[in-house]
């Protein structure tokens, strides 16, 4: 039986309203700016460490570099006639990293150098986010401790209590080089205590592992860097100064001091883990963190530099594309005897 | 949920919202039968069929009215009695517009396939099953409508020893297979039973996603008598992808490039398994499925047993219409289905779904750079980097993008689902993958 069917009351989708795209049709609505936004959440552990510790100096360092980042990507895509990038929050990321990487008395212009350095010179000229090959906060960082090391190792004191008189811990490694008591002093605990809890010298957002300890968790639970990166970082400062400690306690002090102290919490889990310049795979994330604690320890120990992780991150930047090109994951599916044995790896290649 | 055998956890996926809760719990309708049909010429993947009608010849239901064009192709048939029309162009699924043949009703739905019911086909012989398979017009019924009797035709030098059931449905919003799995359970195990016969094969697994827990007790009341071993499996998409699918339940991996009867394998639709049932039991031809009318903006969503040749706009308006404003109709699931401009879009062999979604719920794309964050690598399926491959594309360096597997690409779009710069990944491998096989084809019209 034929029915009748009654469209009168019954209301369907216009002619000529219907969208026209591709699948997917749905998506999981996660996007740059929300996801800059969560490490901006990430980083107010450390940001109010600073605070905490430098007091005021720390807060006009924030908003000196926050607002330079800023005010330098919103006038690159001015001068460049881009549709304007500030929303995705990247830039104001940078500021604030930038920002915890500097000693408590930078004065404004080196704020300003650092920030125009590290959007324009690092990120922008290479064609802006997701582009450069260098994370912009520790290239500047670097720029800055080559360019100004005055300005860059005045370390004031924190504002509160007792602390390393105006050196910081790692300074002081140098200080007392050669002599496993004075090494062994460093290494004690309520030393240690100091370290992880921040009230030491140093920038103004590195000192307190405890904090950046707090944001680095807070990343890896929203799923926002390779847990890879920091785990193969720390792990391998720990064993190559372990190591080192073992065979010459004069030389350095035990492996806790070195993961406590300097830009290694910060540098591990804010720095290196920018998704743009670490690998996309995770074996090469694992990779990339042993090179960076390697580069470190060896910079550490036995460079003319105090510090080496900024330094570290830039050169384990560099050799991205080589790691990646390592780690290359093969495709489900993918069987050694489907390709040539003498050209296995000929154009895997990204 | 206690799974049988031993399962495999397959790299990657997703799971998407999957607003399977607006039509899972709705059993499904019969639609009425309509005035007019216009059947599509072509439902298969192969040779298009060639039509064996004349305008104004009388046709009885199931009746075939088109011969299949080669070996792998499948015939068509009427979906109702009544009088052959014109051939006339409707839109098709994938965009242009496609040949069909007319059916006006008598209104007297007389059955008239000329096929008779085997219902003692344990002992009838395995070419005469197959036969009947192909002449019912049996295509895999999950998307792909590949014809099944080629499925069943591995190659002598082919050892199958497993047939997979695939009734994942992974893809969101869908309920058409978990219904029929429901509701035709014993159709579904008969026709695998059948199918198992064809291929000499006494493992049978029916790989089912676990939010389909009512679909599972029913299929595991019966599964023993027919031989099939009911597995659950995770809900996560693709799940139901061949070769996740191969995967999850033996640990076999198809191999770049290769088809799951190289690893032993023959995967059919549980659509296609009751299909196979009516055919060889029944003699009905292949004319009508199971389909979900689903999505918030319809007024009434649930599961219709359409039969080929509805359009869409009449199977919306069995849902009783749209109550919000649609913005897109989609043929298929939110992953991989195609969006359509016309509601004269008709119902094929493959339609297992019309979803309709509202502005908000649609993706956009803006395409912002690759950050890299890497989750296209941890959600790919098949283990590719999404990421610098769509980069390479984006460049048109399409040699690059074939050197870095981008024709393993299954198009599942799990990378687009989770990109956060709002790339259009998939959309790049398609270009990619069409401008590769463009450039095989011409290397092969040369060498020819």
């Given at each position: 039986m034929s029915e009748e069917i009654e469209k009168n009351n019954i209301a369907l989708p216009e002619p000529g309203s219907l969208v026209l795209s591709t699948?997917?049709?749905?998506?999981?609505?996660?996007s740059i700016a929300r996801i800059m936004a969560k490490v901006l959440i990430c980083l107010l552990p450390a940001v109010a460490a600073s605070i905490w510790f430098f007091r005021f100096d720390a807060v006009r360092i924030l908003v000196y570099c926050a607002s330079f980042c800023i005010f330098a990507e919103y006038g690159w895509t001015l001068a460049t006639r881009?549709?304007?990038?500030i929303g995705d929050y990247s830039a104001l990321v940078t500021g604030v990293i930038l920002a915890l990487n500097?000693?408590?008395?930078?004065p404004w212009w080196l704020c300003l150098i650092g920030s125009v350095f590290a959007i324009i010179v690092v990120k922008e000229l290479f064609g802006g986010l997701g582009q450069n090959p260098f994370n912009p906060a520790a290239a500047a960082r670097v720029a800055l401790l080559v360019g100004f090391a005055g300005p860059m190792t005045q370390w004031a004191a924190p504002a509160t209590g007792s602390l390393?008189?105006?050196?910081?811990p790692l300074g002081a490694i140098h200080a007392v080089q050669g002599s496993a008591d004075a090494m062994a002093q460093l290494g004690a605990p309520d030393n240690l205590m100091k370290l992880f809890l921040g009230?030491?010298?140093?920038?103004i957002g590195e000192t307190s592992a405890l904090a950046i300890l707090i944001g680095g968790l807070g990343l890896m639970a929203f799923r926002?860097?390779?847990?890879?990166i920091p785990l193969a970082m720390i792990a391998t400062i720990f064993v190559f100064t372990g190591i080192v400690h073992l065979a010459a306690p004069g030389l350095t002090p035990g492996p806790l001091y070195h993961i406590l102290s300097g830009g290694v919490m910060i540098g591990a889990f804010f720095m290196a883990t920018d998704m743009v310049t670490s690998p996309i795979t995770p074996l090469g994330a694992l990779v990339f963190g042993g090179v960076i604690g390697v580069l470190t320890c060896i910079i550490r120990i036995?460079?003319?530099?105090?510090?080496g992780v900024s330094f570290s991150i830039v050169i384990a930047n560099a050799l991205v594309p080589l790691i990646d090109r390592m780690c290359y994951i093969r495709p489900?599916?993918?069987?050694?005897?489907?390709?040539?044995a003498l050209n296995i790896r000929r154009g895997e290649i990204k | 949920m206690n799974s049988p055998i031993r399962t495999w956890r397959f790299h990657g996926g997703v799971h998407p919202a999957d607003g399977k809760a607006l039509s899972n719990s709705v059993p499904a309708q019969r639609a009425p039968l309509l005035e007019r049909y216009t059947v599509a010429?072509?439902?298969?993947?192969?040779a298009p069929p060639k039509p064996v009608v004349q305008k104004g010849d009388t046709v009885k239901k199931g009746q075939l009215i088109a011969e299949p064009g080669g070996f792998v192709s499948a015939p068509v048939h009427a979906p109702t009695s009544g009088t052959v029309g014109d051939i006339v162009e409707v839109p098709g699924a994938n965009g242009g517009a496609i040949p069909a043949i007319e059916i006006i009703s008598d209104g007297k739905d007389e059955w008239g396939s000329g096929l008779d019911p085997i219902?003692?086909?344990?002992?009838?012989?395995r070419e005469i099953l197959k036969k009947r398979i192909a002449d019912a017009g049996i295509?895999?019924?999950?998307?792909?409508?590949?014809p099944t009797h080629v499925k069943l035709?591995?190659?002598?030098e082919k050892v199958i020893d497993t047939l997979i059931l695939n009734g994942?449905?992974?893809?969101?919003?869908?309920t058409a297979d978990h219904r029929l799995m429901l509701e035709r359970t014993e159709a579904v195990l008969e026709g695998a039973a059948i199918a198992a016969k064809i291929l000499r094969v006494d493992r049978v697994f029916l790989g089912i996603e676990e939010n389909k827990p009512d679909a599972i007790a029913a299929l595991n009341e019966k599964a023993g008598q027919y031989g099939v071993t009911v597995v659950p499996l995770h809900v996560?998409?693709?799940?139901?992808g061949e070769k996740q699918l191969i995967y999850a339940l033996t640990g076999r991996s198809v191999a770049?490039?290769?088809?799951p009867m190289d690893v032993g394998c023959v995967v059919q639709n549980v659509g296609s398994c009751a299909a196979i049932r009516d055919a060889v039991v029944e003699g009905h031809p292949l004319i009508e499925r199971y389909t979900t009318v689903t999505g918030?903006?319809?007024a009434n969503p649930g599961t219709w047993i359409l039969r080929f040749g509805t359009t869409v706009e009449q199977a919306l308006t069995f849902a009783g219409g749209v109550k919000a404003r649609a913005a897109k109709v989609i043929m298929?699931?939110?992953?991989m289905g195609f969006a359509q401009t016309s509601l004269g879009v008709t119902v094929t062999k493959n339609s297992s779904g019309i979803l309709l979604l509202q502005w908000k719920e649609t993706a956009e794309y803006?395409?912002?750079?690759?950050?890299?964050?890497?989750r296209c690598v941890r959600a790919c399926p098949m283990k590719l980097l999404p990421g610098p491959v769509s980069v390479m594309v984006e460049s048109e360096n399409y040699d690059e993008a074939e050197k870095n597997?981008?024709?393993?690409?299954?198009?599942?779009?799990v990378c687009t689902f989770v990109c956060p710069a709002k790339r259009p990944l998939v959309q790049h491998f398609r270009r990619a993958k069409a401008e590769i096989n463009a450039k095989r084809r011409a290397a092969k019209a040369k060498q020819a």
């Open positions: 699948s997917p049709h749905v998506q999981d609505g996660d881009q549709a304007a990038t500097l000693p408590p008395g930078a390393v008189s105006g050196a910081t009230n030491v010298g140093g920038s926002l860097i390779k847990w890879q036995w460079g003319a530099y105090p510090e489900f599916g993918w069987h050694s005897h489907s390709v040539s | 010429i072509q439902q298969n993947i192969g219902p003692n086909w344990k002992n009838t012989d295509v895999g019924m999950g998307g792909a409508a590949f035709s591995p190659p002598p994942a449905e992974c893809e969101p919003y869908l996560r998409y693709p799940q139901g770049t490039g290769g088809l918030t903006p319809v298929g699931g939110p992953m803006t395409s912002n750079p690759c950050i890299r964050c890497g597997y981008v024709m393993d690409c299954m198009e599942c779009g």
